[in-house]
């Protein structure tokens, strides 16, 4: 943790987050996270399925091959996760997704 940081502190990710809604207004609304343990860094979670996190991706001009796909929770959850830079910050894109189950061969679909 960063013993002594002051709300100034966090001034780079608390001014991109004012740019990203000006530029960005019109994209899906994430959870915003700012933090003293990463004073530069602005993490926009998606918690809808991953097509807003694509939608922020592709605006941040954030490359499809910085991002790492993991799953949770027995397989049942997706999760994206990229980094981005923008205004002098770093942005944390993580996005959350259900799996959704095969078709069997042979089922009644």
């Not at 004012?18 to 530029?23: A, G, I, T």
């Not at 259900?98 to 009644?108: Q, T």
Request: aromatic share 8%.
């Amino acid at each position: 943790m960063n013993e002594g940081l002051t709300l100034d502190g966090l001034a780079v990710p608390l001014r991109v987050l004012r740019l990203l809604r000006v530029d960005f207004g019109h994209l899906p609304a994430p959870d915003v996270q700012v933090s003293p343990i990463y004073p530069n860094r602005l993490q926009l979670t998606f918690h809808n399925g991953l097509s807003d996190f694509e939608s922020w991706r592709e605006a941040l001009a954030v490359a499809a091959e910085a991002v790492a796909y993991r799953e949770q929770s027995d397989g049942r959850t997706r999760v994206l996760r990229a980094y981005g830079d923008y205004a002098g910050a770093e942005v944390e894109l993580t996005g959350y997704g259900d799996v959704h189950a095969p078709a069997r061969v042979g089922s009644a679909a």
